[in-house]
């Protein structure tokens, strides 16, 4: 058992059928691999991978400040106290490599110059992606021995730094395949159905794959910029990014299989997570869950004023709630909050399908049935068909930026465009909330005009407006501040990796106020900020690979590797 167990964690790649429901169906057997060809695992690949940013959001959403604990529920143990174990958060590590495994059966089995070369091309991108997902949770992973099978059960952890520069040339690589042109009768072109991500080998769809590769580039230099051992890395780095705008993700990456409300194993994650299951029940992770203080505040007017988001992120944003404490009925603006680790008093319970159900864009809030199959909704959840967001629109433009600022000098050719590119993150977000499970926008007003509008509610903030950001110091924290705001329970791990990297959002290091820190009541991290530095590797890889994995990592006091 020890030994098929590594098998099925280090390589060996657990294969289905080729339609588009099938590959939804990602819960295999790994006593029992069959054979496939790339073109059916490619796909299921992909889902798989989109399927581990619901692990990476959930880390994030908890240690990040944008969920906290809701009455009538216990057990929170290391969620509060920071004090993590192998066994917390770890889906982020064996959830990456699910991803990792099929997308090296995709590398392993196709060529750079070959028929399936766009195959190839696209399996090394997302390949890169899920990596520096995971070297920004962990650092040293295993990279060059992974994914052997039999051919090697313990895999060496290779440093970050190596992992980081590896990726970038597999990311140039890609692209170099990507534009080299089809041959007649030779290359085998990739459809729509195997590729949920961008629809294909078509050349309009491999530009959208080339901009992915350009973001995750650019992110992967911004992240590096100030360390030390990757200095030479970050040299070179930057001689091979893209000057010009159009050359990055502008619209929201977003894997859509086809998932449904037909079935349970249909739903989109997320979906399944915080909302309701097939039969209308609300989910016990969407109930034991509340908004913080801390996040809401950037909504309802304590620390910024954005009733267009917080309607389409929160249920009852803004509108009256009661609740009894000490026998006393009090009322205030919604959505019920909870500062994480908070339970002295009776704190409010949250509501079914969870307060990121807002359903915004209908008349009345939809019953539990219906919810499920909702199309016409926005915000975070927006029905069990919603896709599932591998980078935000928003983020690419804040990355784009930070590079353009004359301290960061990582694209010094776009300084001229920062505040257009600062504004177009804000735009992005508002869009993406006001998109239905279908992907469409559907507010009557423009994004850029609610984007103005948020502009002039928040007209003295150095936050929201770029020309009042005088320095760089000041602008870098208007856009990592954005930034922390746009992937508000989406892909909530950006925020806290940019809290740790830049010290921003601002907090007030050591309070226990609810709206000037998100740290954890109950933390029990020696820091000024009360914030862990980082997860644990899992159980898992002590158990099956002990003589690689690294030994005395604290959450504590070992800072990940691009840490402030």
Do not use: H
């Not at 159009?246 to 399944?272: E, H, L, R």
């Amino acid at each position: 058992m020890r030994k098929l167990f590594k098998i099925f964690i280090l390589g060996t790649i657990i294969l289905s059928g080729s339609s588009c429901k099938k590959f939804l169906d990602v819960n295999t057997n790994p006593n029992n691999p069959t054979s496939s060809t790339p073109n059916i695992v490619l796909p299921q690949a992909i889902v798989t991978s989109a399927a581990a940013m619901n692990t990476y959001d959930n880390f994030g959403a908890w240690t990040g400040g944008y969920k906290a604990n809701a009455g009538g529920y216990g057990g929170w143990g290391t969620v509060w106290t920071y004090n993590f174990t192998t066994g917390d958060y770890a889906g982020v590590f064996t959830d990456t490599f699910a991803g990792i495994n099929q997308l090296n059966f995709v590398i392993n089995n196709t060529t750079p110059d070959g028929p399936l070369k766009y195959y190839n091309a696209m399996a090394r991108i997302m390949k890169s992606f899920m990596y520096t997902k995971l070297v920004d949770q962990y650092g040293d992973v295993p990279y060059s021995d992974a994914g052997k099978g039999l051919n090697n059960l313990s895999p060496k952890y290779d440093k970050y730094t190596d992992v980081y520069a590896t990726c970038f040339t597999e990311l140039n690589n890609a692209i170099a395949i990507m534009n080299t042109a089809p041959v007649t009768n030779v290359t085998t072109a990739v459809t729509a159905a195997q590729d949920p991500l961008f629809g294909g080998s078509a050349t309009a769809n491999l530009a959208k794959w080339k901009q992915f590769a350009n973001t995750i580039k650019l992110k992967m230099v911004i992240r590096a910029k100030n360390v030390a051992a990757l200095s030479s890395f970050v040299t070179s780095a930057i001689a091979s990014l893209p000057t010009a705008t159009g050359d990055y993700v502008n619209d929201d990456v977003i894997v859509q299989p086809g998932y449904s409300s037909a079935t349970a194993s249909q739903f989109n994650p997320k979906w399944s997570t915080y909302a309701w299951d097939i039969n209308g029940t609300a989910i016990g992770s969407g109930l034991s869950n509340l908004p913080t203080p801390w996040i809401v505040s950037f909504y309802n007017g304590t620390k910024l004023s954005d009733n267009v988001r917080g309607n389409a992120i929160y249920a009852s944003f803004g509108t009256n709630i009661s609740q009894t404490i000490n026998g006393n009925t009090v009322t205030f603006q919604g959505p019920a909050t909870n500062q994480l680790g908070y339970d002295t008093e009776p704190v409010k319970r949250s509501q079914n399908g969870s307060y990121w159900y807002s359903g915004v864009g209908r008349s009345s809030r939809p019953t539990q049935t219906t919810a499920n199959a909702a199309t016409d909704v926005g915000g975070v959840l927006k029905g069990a068909s919603m896709g599932t967001v591998l980078m935000l629109a928003s983020e690419s433009y804040f990355l784009q930026a930070e590079a353009s600022l004359a301290s960061v000098n990582i694209l010094p050719a776009l300084n001229a465009t920062g505040q257009t590119l600062f504004e177009n993150g804000i735009t992005a977000s508002f869009n993406y909330l006001y998109k239905n499970a279908a992907n469409v926008y559907f507010n009557s007003t423009p994004a850029a005009t609610l984007k103005d509008n948020y502009k002039t509610a928040n007209a003295t903030s150095t936050l929201v407006n770029w020309p009042l950001a005088l320095s760089d110091a000041s602008k870098l924290e208007a856009i990592i501040t954005q930034k922390y705001i746009a992937v508000n329970m989406i892909n909530s791990e950006e925020g806290f990796n940019e809290y740790r990297r830049t010290g921003y959002p601002t907090i007030s290091a050591g309070s226990t106020s609810a709206t000037a820190t998100f740290a954890s009541l109950k933390s029990g991290a020696p820091a000024l900020d009360k914030l862990p530095t980082r997860i644990l590797y899992p159980a898992v890889e002590f158990q099956v690979n002990s003589e690689n994995v690294p030994k005395g990592v604290s959450p504590y006091t070992t800072k990940i590797w691009y840490a402030k």
